[in-house]
């Protein structure tokens, strides 16, 4: 089965300040892993996703994740936080490996950033 | 995204009463998916198409049915609507196509309130 964990309800950060959302994911095979953001009263949009290849996938508006295979991570992070960052922001998972064709998703981090 | 519409965007309805949810797309692609969304969590899927023939159940599709009307067109009913089925659903759509990783992309989203 696969399983995608973001154990952080809520991350706080000062503008400016670097940032990082956690993700863990668990599969059989290979993982597809992706971050989509849910700004209020709006649908998911697609951030970035890790099929293959450089650990360091850059995405939309200067955010990027590392994959870390060993530690089953997808971790997102922005070297400086803007206010307008402030939104719901999901990990989920395909695991290419188990016949799997649908993505699972964590229960999501609200992150905060403060003036 | 504009590519992927729901209506309607939001929904009032009484316990019992029949309700559709309609999702049409522009993207051209052949999967689409339904949702909902639960405060704390996250997203889950009730019922997903591969293509015009192909529906499948998802993880919490008891009281809900899909019509796949057409490859642009997905919708989702409520039976007869309870309470606990109050929530934000959304439609998403994805391309299976060689060389695509399968990334969803996401309605709006539709708020539905059963009293």
């Known amino acids: 089965a696969q399983s995608v964990a973001q154990p952080e309800d809520q991350v706080n950060v000062a503008e400016g300040n670097p940032l990082t959302v956690k993700c863990t994911y668990s599969?059989?095979?290979?993982?597809?892993l992706f971050w989509y953001v849910q700004y209020p009263n709006r649908g998911l949009q697609f951030l970035l996703k890790?099929?293959?290849?450089?650990?360091l996938v850059k995405g939309s508006y200067g955010f990027e994740a590392e994959f870390n295979k060993s530690q089953t991570s997808f971790h997102l992070k922005k070297p400086s936080a803007l206010v307008s960052d402030s939104a719901l922001y999901f990990c989920?998972?395909?695991?290419?490996?188990?016949?799997?064709?649908?993505?699972?998703f964590g229960k999501g981090t609200m992150l905060l950033v403060s003036p | 995204d504009a590519d992927v519409t729901q209506t309607p965007r939001n929904r009032i309805t009484k316990t019992g009463k029949r309700i559709m949810l309609e999702c049409s797309q522009t993207?051209?692609?052949?999967?689409m998916y339904w949702y909902r969304q639960d405060p704390g969590l996250g997203l889950q899927l009730i019922y997903y198409?591969?293509?015009?023939?192909?529906?499948n159940k998802g993880e919490i599709s008891d009281g809900y049915s899909v019509s796949r009307q057409a490859q642009a067109k997905f919708s989702l009913s409520l039976e007869s609507a309870i309470p606990n089925q109050t929530a934000l659903y959304f439609c998403?759509?994805?391309?299976?196509?060689?060389?695509?990783?399968?990334?969803?992309?996401f309605g709006p989203g539709t708020r539905l309130t059963v009293l």
């Open positions: 998403a759509t994805s391309d299976p196509g060689q060389g695509s990783t399968d990334t969803q992309y």
């Open positions: 599969v059989s095979g290979n993982p597809y």
């Open positions: 890790y099929i293959t290849g450089d650990n």
């Open positions: 989920a998972v395909r695991d290419t490996g188990s016949g799997y064709s649908t993505l699972t």
């Open positions: 993207k051209g692609h052949d999967r």
């Open positions: 198409s591969f293509d015009v023939k192909d529906i």
